[in-house]
């Protein structure tokens, strides 16, 4: 026990660098057998040592080790090819004097012996997929000691520094090291709205004008930041045109083979034509998921109207959850199924890379999102509030739906005549989005997981002491195994084995799902803020907690994560920029239409709305939002970031280098015939030469030569012209004339 | 006579490869002399052979021809240059085996070798500029033959081929080829939109929604075509990327030098933040010639409209012309010191390169076409239609200016009330600027000049004619002057020597005015065509003429342009972008507001126009245009283009060579151990070794290393893992034991 938890404390995690799970549960003995060997030798001819451990009833851990020769040779090879592919500046040197760099990138160069093809020098293992199904997880181990301490470090300051991100992608790769930069950034940039926030709320309340352009001009300026601070990141971590390198997806089924005519080489394609066709599938799906969640938002909302303010039959203070359960049962139920939707239609697209496969999906989703977070709020303010008074009345047939329930006489609902708006009823609804939600938000993908890990280990720690137990009375065959314990693990190696066998059983981590919730985050910000100033100091607060309770997730209940290079938080960048625009629209229109000059009528709608006005304002809100995003966009570009700067510096003196060893080469040549750009001139009078070309010319046929004949060196021809110039009744010459 | 001929028909311009002017008019003597020496030793020392004759009176033409050795190590300087920036995909092939590629590169390299700084190895001279300033003009002459022939064959045919434009390339350089290529892609593209619109406009006249939408979409994949063409063609002409090397402007003014960290060089710089500042005042200007120019467009609208409309005096006959004269005569005026203006302000910016210059007066220049252009359409239809029953009582105003010409009695307007809109005003004007505009534009720029400049030559014969005879009666210093002739030129070059005078004496080529009217024509299609589905048509005629005559006029009207490379037509392709967005605009304005189902009111008045759906119209056009640009935008971005492709498939062999001797170096090594993976298990049995192992562990203090010691080889994993396998009471086992 004790060296274990030495071991440990060392954070070598016994010097494993990554462990294959082998699950042999669907398996015959004699099939699981060879599969396993096949395993072993594939691993062990890509240079890689192995142990073997029990894992669950049902598996085995491979423990795999990369021996130092052969892993320098594959961080060789992938300088190489970042070399050629223009990430890296220089040409690395030579394999048996090269080091990575860090984790990171010893753990992907391992990555890439174990996954990449045979061909390419690697094992050629996928994991869940073809001939390697069995292998069900292929991970590194968390490094515990250190994620505690950081935590703790963490929790300790307001902003992390630089040197917290780079440890961050060292340990967990550049595609998590964007994501916590990203969020770093965001929380950084959210000081100045949430203190201006703060202050246009406490001194004009909603809906003013000031913290409505500031927001959107901050959101221009945040965007177009990221995008600068990505290229001075991509450029810190050398990871700068990564996206370059494409890898092919597994999953691809090519069209037909045909042979490339510039490489000569059989591939497999699929015609472009063929996928837009099958992309074009995505306008109706989109159309479904804005019906399908649409009419189910749209109902239970009016359902919630109908309860709340013009029910007054019995059970009213039962009936007024009815729209919250049934809100948040269908919602992520529908929201479930479009994404598998989405998940198959983007199969379908078969697309050639991972990228653009990720980039598709990413799209999909991302309606589905923007449709269950914005939706309600906006069917509030630009369907509830206008037009109440004329929809109201139709909210009637509810009654007919609660008729059978309720006896007549108490089903008295108000007359919808003394219906009144509601006026606060829209920033609730922020409040709620922009608060509540957050908080449930945190709990839901945070605390619950956490708990239900815990719990589930417990319940399966249970079950198998009884099954033990039970095994133990029936079945004599294993007289080693003791009754508590299922494991026969060397003693010193229990803690350890114990660990990686929960590591094991983690769910993969997507950097996308956190991403994708700071995006719908930023979306209410920009779109509905100005209903409510706090807005952005909310998500100040959420957001010190987001990171450090999103690297808590990491490391307590995921695998980790296999270091992955990017340079870009990807199609979420775009994301960012569409919200920011459709903000524009929306911050517009909810100040034209709530803004304090606009009287509300006797019901509490707002009677002041004039249709040309709104539109008036929306148009020129977008345009004047496209002109300053135009302006900013082009100031941010002269700015260059210092990393880039650096970068482009690097560049340049290689590029020097290289041409001045060039011209030295020519310099020296020249040397050697310095006589023909001799500074004497022969010494023949200018007739006598003149004379001589002329005489040449006659006897050349062709014309060019002759005239290049004419004069013999620079020299020659200054004369020629000097006389030319002399000739000349010049100012000077007229003067020395007279 | 005949052999001058003779070398003219071969082509050969006497191997002449360039011509200085130079000219010393402002010098006294000695110093022109001693400049002139200083020139022809630069032009020696880089290698170039020179020929000094007399232009005219106060200039010498200096004939410069690169010697084939140096020429070739130019070449191959700028070749190595263009592969350390990414141009080139391969290491260039040393310099005593290379070739220029063609004319275009040969001219190229032989400008760098005059132009360039003689630290980068060439003679350092800058025309127009600093110590040169006397050098007022650096010219390779015409091949008249080719372009003859070219001309001949061209008017032959509708379309030019990929050879022809890769010709024009050839001889005058990419960026002259960029501009015919666009020329070219954009009259192919112009066959669609004339035929349709001759049908739409044969079948529903004007104003047709399909049209509209048709022409909107055409705009688009046009724009995104040409995106493509670019890249394709860069890829044709090796030029992509060629932006990246930028040319630092010679008149940049450096605020101080400071260290550059990275490179540890001196480096003049001009803060990015004061020059932004400097660029705030674009705004004032764009204000400025906003106001001034629509100052003047919307008063000689007024007056016209006052006077063709309102006015039934006396002279009506001839003061209609009035407003006409006023702006044929004030906009180019106002134009010509506005674009003065912006040159200066452009000055001031300071910019560092001559990309970015460009790039800023494109910007400024297009401000004011902008104006001139489209300002006078846009009042006739979303001022004039819609509020001239407001606006033309006012104009009575004008009467007061005609009072002191005429007496009061004859001075009787029309009754404001009778005023009655034009309601064909709009397309005529339309017409106006699509047909007779352009004829009169390609007669300014192509023929006029023409005659301007024979007609000048011919003025300038008969001066010197009559100059020469009253010189030789006074002066009797030269007689060996001819008194016919000026020049005392050997007979056989007599021909040749005044072709190049002329050609000296003709101005610089600038691309980008050509584009400049091009964008603007499209911007004709985008903006205002539904109102007369014809105008496609025109510029199609037009354009078949319009590419015949740019050629004509280049060989003809201006010096040939030194070979400049481009990979793009640059800023000019932001503003086709921009026209075809407002055109969404405008055209759904137009759309909406003279479409046929809003009556005319008895004024001739559109009545049935509603702000609120105007706007919406617009907002709907609008976006639907966005999506639909984004849509084909992810469209076009799949298909690759031929030449990209190739391209890509190039770098991609050179890439897989690369590796694949990596690989090959480290298989031989591999080879050598083979044993380390061996097949066959060392013979021992399965416990001894695990006992073996324990032992091991026992002495070694390591934990990890134990770790490692347990399992020998893999052969020997997978007796312990099938050990495992075989103890769990999976199904198969299960089975088999039953």
């Given at each position: ?30 099939q ?42 594959a ?14 500046n220089a ?38 997929h ?7 997880g ?30 961050i ?30 202050s ?25 930041y ?48 063929k ?37 007054s ?121 922009t ?24 319940y ?22 003791s ?67 999103d ?31 459709v ?11 709530f803004?304090g ?120 021809s ?21």
């Amino acid at each position: 026990m004790a060296t274990a938890t030495e071991a440990n404390a060392l954070g070598y995690n016994l010097k494993v660098d990554y462990v294959i799970n082998y699950n042999f549960g669907d398996l015959d003995q004699a099939q699981a057998i060879a599969q396993l060997e096949k395993l072993l030798r594939a691993l062990a001819n890509a240079g890689l040592e192995c142990e073997v451990r029990q894992g669950d009833e049902t598996s085995l851990l491979v423990f795999v080790r990369a021996s130092k020769k052969r892993l320098n040779r594959a961080v060789y090879r992938s300088r190489v090819r970042d070399w050629l592919y223009g990430i890296r500046n220089a040409e690395p040197e030579p394999a048996s004097s090269i080091e990575p760099q860090n984790e990171g990138e010893r753990l992907r160069a391992i990555n890439h012996m174990i996954t990449l093809p045979t061909e390419e020098g690697g094992a050629g293992i996928t994991p869940n997929h073809g001939e390697w199904k069995n292998v069900t997880g292929l991970l590194p181990l968390h490094d515990e000691e250190t994620n505690k301490k950081w935590l703790h470090e963490w929790s300790q300051k307001t902003f992390l520094s630089e040197d917290d991100l780079d440890q961050i992608r060292d340990k967990f790769g550049e595609s998590v090291g964007f994501y916590f930069a990203f969020l770093q950034s965001y929380f950084r940039f959210l000081i100045f709205p949430a203190v201006f926030g703060f202050s246009c709320w406490f001194l004009l309340g909603g809906y003013s004008i000031v913290y409505t352009l500031v927001n959107s001009l901050w959101g221009i300026v945040f965007v177009e930041y990221w995008k600068r601070k990505e290229v001075d990141l991509s450029c810190r971590w050398q990871t700068k045109g990564v996206s370059a390198v494409e890898t092919k997806r597994r999953e691809f089924k090519p069209e037909k083979e045909i042979r490339d005519e510039g490489t000569g080489e059989m591939r497999g394609v699929f015609p472009a034509t063929k996928r837009m066709q099958r992309q074009l599938l995505q306008i109706p799906f989109a159309l479904l998921s804005a019906i399908g969640l649409g009419v189910i938002i749209a109902t239970c909302f009016a359902i919630e109207i109908f309860i709340a303010e013009l029910y007054s039959g019995p059970l009213k203070s039962y009936l007024v959850f009815i729209p919250t359960i049934l809100l948040s049962a269908l919602v992520p139920t529908m929201s479930a199924v479009l994404v598998s939707v989405a998940t198959k239609l983007n199969d379908y697209e078969n697309h050639e890379t991972d990228e653009t496969y990720d980039t598709a999906l990413t799209q999909k989703v991302f309606v589905i999102n923007f449709i269950t977070s914005y939706l309600p709020i906006l069917l509030t303010a630009f369907v509830y509030v206008p037009f109440a008074s004329h929809i109201v009345p139709h909210l009637d047939i509810f009654r007919l739906t609660i008729r059978p329930f309720v006896s007549d006489e108490h089903a008295t609902t108000a007359d919808c005549s003394h219906f009144k708006i509601d006026p606060h009823r829209l920033r609730n609804q922020v409040i709620y989005f922009t608060v509540t939600a957050q908080i449930v938000g945190f709990a839901m993908e945070t605390i619950v997981p956490y708990i239900k890990q815990h719990a589930l280990r417990e319940y399966k720690a249970y079950n198998k002491k009884k099954n033990g137990k039970s095994e133990n009375n029936g079945d004599k065959d294993s007289p080693e195994r003791s009754p508590i314990m299922t494991y026969d693990d060397p003693l010193e190696e229990k803690e350890f084995l114990k660990r990686v066998r929960n590591e094991v059983e983690l769910p993969d981590y997507k950097v996308t799902d956190d991403l994708r919730e700071m995006c719908i985050q930023f979306g209410y910000l920009a779109l509905f803020s100005p209903t409510w100033p706090l807005v952005p100091l909310s998500f100040f607060i959420n957001n010190w907690i987001e990171l450090r309770s999103d690297f808590f997730k990491i490391c307590m209940e995921f695998r980790r994560p296999t270091p992955l290079r990017c340079d870009t938080i990807g199609p979420w960048l775009d994301t960012l920029g569409f919200l920011s625009w459709v903000g524009s629209i929306t911050s517009a229109a909810l100040l034209y239409m709530f803004c304090g000059d606009n009287q509300l009528g006797p019901n509490g709608e707002p009677t002041d709305i004039k249709g040309w006005a709104l539109l008036l304002v929306i148009f020129f809100s977008e345009h004047l939002y496209l002109i300053v995003r135009y302006a900013v966009q082009t100031a941010m570009n002269r700015l260059e970031p210092p990393n880039a700067r650096k970068e482009r510096g690097e560049r340049y003196l290689m590029r020097k280098r290289y041409l001045e060893s060039t011209l030295k080469a020519e310099a020296n040549e020249e040397t050697e015939k310095e006589d023909l750009v001799s500074e004497v001139p022969p010494e023949i009078t200018r007739s006598a030469l003149e004379a001589d070309a002329r005489r040449n010319s006659g006897h050349s046929a062709d014309p060019a030569e002759r005239f290049w004949m004419r004069q013999r060196g620079w020299t020659e021809s200054a004369k020629v012209g000097a006389g030319i110039i002399q000739a000349q009744p010049s100012k000077g010459n007229a003067k020395k004339q007279q």
